[in-house]
Every structure is written in C-alpha cells, then in structure tokens.
C-alpha cells in the first residue's frame, strides 16, 4: 500500500467490450488491489453520466489517481485527463487501458482468455499509475511571429495565410526572384490557368502586405531558442554578405521539390530529340506559333512515363514512390500540343495511368483528341535510339494488345520525369527536420498531423514533404498557416510533460545521453560541485533515447519510468485471484 | 489457475510482451483489433513513444516474470523522434540478447520488427509466427529451471 487513492472503471462501450468481455468478473479481480478505492463497470464511459459519476466519486472519495478501462488511448486520453481536471485530480496521473482494440475486438473468440487478459491489462494500469507524479505542462509563451522558407507557390499562400491571421511573416527566399518552380510554368491542370500568372497575383499580394517582410537572395543559417521563441539567423547575399536575427514562434518549410534529371543514356536521354517533361512543358508553353523542335515541326510525340519514378528497389538509390503529379502534367501538356498542332500524333508508353480523381476528364479529353495509349510491362521498358535518317525510334511491348512489339517512330520524346527531393543539407541540420527513406521531409502522422514535424513549432508543407499537385502544395501551405495559427494566436502553449529526468545522485556525466539526442535537450551543469546532465525541458521530445543509453541508469522518462514498467510487467503476469 | 495449467499441458500458449509505440505501431496493432483479426489473448502489449527508448534490462525482467518471449514493434523509418530508430532498436535486441544468454534464455526470445500504424494484417501474422516458434522452444521458465 501506498496510500494512493485510485479510482478503476471498466468500460462495456455498449457491447463492444461487454460482449466479449466478463467486464463484471475483471471489477471483481481487481477491486481488492493495493489502493483501489473505488472500482465499477460503466456502460459508457464517456459517456455525461459516468464521467459526473467519476468526478463525484472523486470527490466523495478523495481519488487521486484514475484508471479508465475501454478503448484505444488514441481516442480518449484527452477526455479521461480532462475528467481527472474536473475531478481535482492530476490529469498526469491518468491511465488509459486498451481493453477494445487491443482485447475484446481481437478476441472475440475467446472470452474467457480475453476476460483474463482484460484482468491483466487493468491491473498494469493500476500498478502504473500508482507510480505516477503529479506533473504541469511545460507552459512557454510564444512570438506571435513566423518565418516561412521558401518562396514558391506553397510558401507564398502559407506567408499570405499567416499574415491575415494577423501575425507578423518573414520570408527567406534562396533564389532572387519569388515563385519557385510554379512561376516557370505556362498553362497549368486543371483549369488552364498560367502559373506565372498565378504566382505575380500572390506575389503582388505578398508585397502589399505590411505584415510581410520578403528576403529574397537569402537562406536560414541557424535556430536558436526553444519552442515558441525562436532566433534565426537569416543570411543575405548581395554585394556584401549580410546577416540579421529575427525573432520567430514557428517555422514554415516550403522548401520544393526538384525535378528528376535522367542519366545518361537512361531511355535515350542525351540523344538529339530526348527531352524531359518540364523541358518539353516549356517548348509547349512557349511555342511561338507551330510546335517546332530545331526549326523542325513535331509531328509525332512519344511519351515515356514513370521516368525516375517507381523505380526498381533493388537499384542503387532509387526513387521507389510515384511522383503523384506527372500522369496528368504529360497528359494536360499533351492536350495544350494537340491545341498548337492539331494533326499531331502522340503516344503515351505507359505503366498504370495515374490520372486520379477529377483528372481523369483530362485523360479522357486527350484520347478523344487522338493521343494512344500503350501500356508497357514493368519489367521490359521501351527503348529509345537514334535512326541513321536523323528521327527517333522508340521500341515497346502494348499489354493492350496482346503484349506485340511495336516500333514507333518519332521526332521527339519526352521523358515524363518525376519530382525528387531536393538536397538540403545544411537546412535539415539547422532545423533537425526529420527526412524519410525517400528523402522528403516527415510529418508527425499523415492523417492526423499532417504538417507538424516531430520538432515542434516546425512545420512542412508543399513538395518538400511529398511529391504534390500545385493545389495539394497550396492546401498543406494553408494547413501549416492553421497551425502557427492555432500555436500563437493564443500567446502561450502547453508542452506535455513527459519528459526525460536526471537523478542527479546516479549521474556520473559521461556525456552519453547528450552524444544521443538529436534535439540537444541535454546540457552539462554544475549540481552541488558536480556535474551532471540535465534535461532542458522545452527541447526535450520525450522519446526516450537517452534513457537506455545511460550506463548508470540515472534517466527516466516521466511516464515511462523504470520503475513504471517493472510495475506494468508485474501486473500483466499476476495471477488472477479468481 | 489449475485449469490454465492443464490447457497449457495440452497446447502449450506462449506468453508474448509486446512492446509497441504510441504514435505509430500503437495504431497498427488497434487496426487489428477494430479489424476483428484473432490472435492468442496471451500476447499482452506496453506502448512506449518510441522503441529507442526500452532498456534491454526490462525485456530481461518481463522474462523472469514469466513471459516466453518478447515482441519489439519498432517504427522502423517511420519513426518521427529518431532518424537512426531502426539501428538504435536493433542494437537495444542485441544487447537484451545478451542480457538473456547470459541468463540462460535462448536468444530468440525477443525479436523485433517494423510495424506500421496500418500494418494490422503484418502484426496478427507475425503474432501467430512467433507464438509457433516460441512453442517450440517451450516455456521460458525451463531455462532457470
């Protein structure tokens, strides 16, 4: 016994639980454990009622600690603390146990064995949460600032966004001109509509805007601070290098993408007439009159896709993914030709037409304006040569057609190249963002935090996240905006408190724990004449990494402890007493 | 518990600890549960916020409690705190490996793999996979025995 007051309740969730689970016979088993002062079964849990009920029986009772026994943490760890809240008790020393997802629904099969389960399940709880220490979240006021880096079509709508919502927007822009790639393009997918025109009506908003401050010739060089309170360090080149600091609360990364540049000889690319994608885009857009390659018309096209995309794993480097964007970039690019030359003929040299959602009008528009489509095997790609008269040939398999060779000859072909990360070394190491194996920048979870990275106050958004259509760009720009938003309009934000801990009287200060965390939440300091490590609590992420690193085991993460697993163990392999 | 301990004379059902993420293999192995996919009630699952960060002395003391094997449900590349995740787990295997050698426990009483939040088909079978191979080996406690 230690005195704690516990409070257990064991949900049925209607049936979904009940049905499968002696939810009576669990309350049974463990209501006679050390400090389990109250424990009942309930219909809903979250339900007014029950939730009334716990903060009453809190009240009656003293609790000072809570169990909840139902679904999945996922979905009411918020709920349950905030009972604990009302309840007058720490909402820190709240547990949640899995005893839908991880139990009832996933044995149905077996009641008694998952009435067992359930028993041991809510008993770890228990013994976890009489460890627990009441804790406050980590509560750091905010700049009501943002930097945003990037200057492209998602960097600029995000610093507009950013500014309407009345904070103050830097934006730090590498090249010298505003618009990234967008700005290059002509008529875009899917309404027609020129990019460079889309681009100069933002930019022109942008420098209206008095909130907005644009660095242009201009890149981040370092971060300090904390979440929050942020000091960047911006470097301007011009005739002399200058630099200045800037006090920000969030970090927007629309850093881009860049295109897929094709090897060598990689189908054909380096012969006279092989070009790629946003080459042969710009000879579309800009075509004075006729669509001419060297002076000569084109008459027939071939379109060879998938180009440094969904490439094999097994080679060196590979770009694995689709690239999301370029099934419908070459077919629009090939409805905007067929508009400049009306007789010509083009062919698409296909592995799976990706053309998804409204974009398949545009498929079908391009073949009733004459494009074929040949859908070639994955493993026997085209190839592409030179003829001795001066044209291409480009030599394919149709699965359409029964898997026949055909030979097509062509005045032009265009590599439907994919997008690629783009190198940025020295941003990552400033910002510690977190690049995936495929070299794009990794948000927190894709449906639920779909612009935050783990680094808090950074968010990504654009192409350098993922391969994206120009609007999907714009889209997560504005999802990064709601963010800042949501994290310094208020002017404070509460970090939660399940951080790592030094026992200083373990510690030897070796260093290791520091050598281990990427987010330099560690620092040496003087305790009573010895040095020790000690955690900075708005740096920390509460991973835990540090914690088995410790020769000296002098790290626990709150919530997580030592001790608090030991204690989960024990109660998972408890007998029953029934 | 003298009726558990004829079920497990008849077909001996290993006792796994899972330990699994909050944000990532967490999710995986409730998809299985909301996917209704059956896997022995003696797999029992602790989820921590990222597998870099179990100590190898815990797989070691969920031994000697009575657990036949252990389960890492790391993150692999997914993981959102820790590039080198996958390493760093690895190496927390080979040293619990050590730990449990040492102890004289078979090795292959804990293993890990990467499971993703939607990777519920992946969990169950690997749930099955290593119940069987545990099976095999027999029940942990024999060793101390």
Redesign the interface.
């Known amino acids: 016994m230690t005195g704690r007051k516990i409070g257990v309740y064991v949900c049925q969730c209607g049936g979904n639980i009940g049905d499968y689970v002696d939810v009576d016979k669990v309350v049974e088993d463990i209501k006679g454990d050390d400090d389990v002062i109250v424990a009942r079964s309930a219909m809903f849990t979250c339900s007014d009622a029950t939730q009334q009920e716990i903060v009453q029986d809190a009240q009656e009772q003293g609790l000072d600690a809570l169990v909840v026994a139902s679904c999945s943490p996922k979905l009411h760890t918020m709920t349950f603390r905030d009972v604990a809240k009302r309840a007058g008790m720490n909402p820190f020393q709240y547990t949640q146990v899995n005893v839908r997802e991880q139990c009832s629904w996933t044995h149905t099969d077996d009641k008694t064995g998952a009435t067992e389960k359930a028993t041991r399940l809510v008993r770890a709880g228990i013994n976890r949460t009489r460890l627990t220490e009441p804790l406050e979240p980590i509560v750091v006021e905010t700049t009501p600032k943002s930097l945003v880096v990037g200057g492209g079509i998602a960097g600029l709508r995000a610093a507009l966004g950013l500014a309407e919502l009345g904070l103050t927007v830097f934006l730090v822009e590498k090249d010298a001109k505003l618009g990234g790639r967008v700005a290059g393009y002509g008529a875009m997918f899917p309404n027609d509509r020129k990019g460079s025109d889309l681009v100069a009506t933002l930019e022109e908003k942008v420098r209206a805007n008095p909130a907005i401050t644009v660095f242009t010739n201009a890149e981040l060089m370092a971060k300090g601070g904390s979440f929050g309170n942020n000091q960047v360090t911006i470097a301007i080149h011009g005739d002399q290098l200058e630099t200045i600091q800037l006090d920000v609360g969030s970090i927007v990364v629309a850093t881009g993408f860049d295109d897929y540049e094709p090897a060598a000889g990689e189908f054909g690319y380096g012969l006279d007439g092989v070009v790629t994608l946003p080459e042969f885009k710009k000879m579309v857009d800009e075509a004075p009159g006729l669509l001419q390659y060297q002076g000569r018309p084109v008459k027939t096209v071939a379109y060879i896709y998938c180009v440094g995309s969904r490439q094999d794993e097994s080679l060196e480097g590979a770009h694995t993914y689709c690239s999301r964007y370029c099934c419908t970039s070459a077919v629009h690019t090939a409805i905007e030709a067929q508009k400049l030359a009306g007789d010509i003929r083009q062919y698409h040299l296909y592995r799976d037409m990706r053309t998804y959602g409204k974009y398949e009008l545009l498929w079908n528009a391009s073949r009733e304006k004459g494009s074929l489509y040949l859908r070639v095997p994955d493993d026997e790609p085209p190839a592409v040569e030179k003829l001795s008269s001066g044209g291409l040939k480009v030599t394919t398999k149709d699965l359409l057609t029964g898997g026949e060779e055909i030979a097509i000859p062509a005045d032009l072909v265009v590599l439907v190249t994919g997008m690629v990360p783009r190198e940025n070394a020295d941003l990552v190491s400033v910002l510690k963002l977190p690049v995936g194996i495929d070299g794009f920048y990794n948000e927190i979870h894709p449906k639920l935090r779909p612009v935050e990275t783990i680094v808090d106050g950074v968010l990504i958004c654009g192409a350098c996240q993922a391969p994206k259509t120009s609007s999907e760009a714009v889209a997560s720009g504005l999802a990064a905006t709601t963010q800042s938003g949501a994290m310094l309009k208020r002017g404070f934000a509460e970090l939660d408190p399940m951080v790592a801990i030094v026992d200083n009287d373990a510690c030897t200060w070796c260093g290791k724990c520091l050598e281990a965390c990427p987010y330099d939440a560690l620092e040496q300091v003087e305790v009573d004449g010895k040095q020790v490590a000690q955690v900075i609590r708005t740096a920390c992420k509460g991973c835990g990494g540090c914690v088995p690193v410790c020769p000296t085991d002098a790290i626990d993460l709150q919530g997580y402890t030592d001790a608090q697993i030991r204690a989960m163990i024990d109660g998972l392999m408890e007998v029953s007493c029934s | 518990?003298a009726e558990a301990a004829v079920q497990e004379d008849q077909a001996f059902s290993p006792?796994i600890?899972v330990f699994s993420t909050?944000?990532i293999s967490?999710?995986g192995?409730?998809?299985?549960?909301?996917s209704?996919?059956?896997?022995?009630?003696?797999v029992?699952?602790?989820?921590?916020?990222?597998t870099?960060?179990?100590?190898?002395?815990?797989i070691l003391?969920?031994m000697e409690?009575?657990?036949d094997g252990v389960f890492i449900a790391a993150d692999g590349?997914?993981c959102?705190?820790?590039?080198d995740?996958g390493e760093?787990t690895a190496g927390?295997m080979t040293?619990a490996q050590a730990m449990l050698v040492e102890k004289g426990y078979e090795p292959q009483r804990v293993r890990m793999a990467a499971i993703c939040?939607v990777c519920a088909e992946p969990f169950t079978k690997y749930m099955h996979e290593y119940a069987r191979s545990l099976a095999d080996l027999g029940p942990s406690r024999k060793a101390t025995a």
Do not use: T
């Open positions: 518990m006792r600890l909050n944000n967490d999710p192995i409730d998809l299985a549960g909301s209704h996919m059956h896997y022995s009630p003696n029992m699952v602790i989820s921590v916020p990222c870099s960060g179990i100590k190898p002395s815990w003391y969920a409690q009575g657990f590349e997914e959102a705190y820790l590039p995740c760093r927390i040293d939040s």
